[in-house]
């Protein structure tokens, strides 16, 4: 009896897993796109650091990469 009942109560953890994993991994990728599009046009997203920050706070652009004053002040 044993042996029938631990197949069932593995399947059973194993769909519990997946079910929980799955929802996690999409969250946090569009966590990830929703910081990026926060920047507005008068804003940049530090390279560093990667804060949105106000454009007159660049200090300093290495070929697009944009460098806040708390990094490169
Ligand atoms: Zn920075």
């Known amino acids: 009896m044993t042996i029938e009942q631990s197949p069932m109560i593995d399947d059973a953890e194993i769909d519990a897993a997946d079910s929980f994993e799955l929802p996690g991994a999409e969250m ?9 599009l926060q920047a507005q046009a008068d804003e940049f997203t530090c390279a560093s650091c990667f804060l949105v920050r106000h454009r007159s706070q660049i200090v300093e ?3 697009g ?6 990094c490169r002040g």
């Open 65 to 70: 990469l944009l460098y806040c004053v708390d």
């Open 28 to 36: 946090s990728g569009e966590e990830l796109a929703v910081e990026i």
């Open 61 to 63: 652009d290495d070929g």
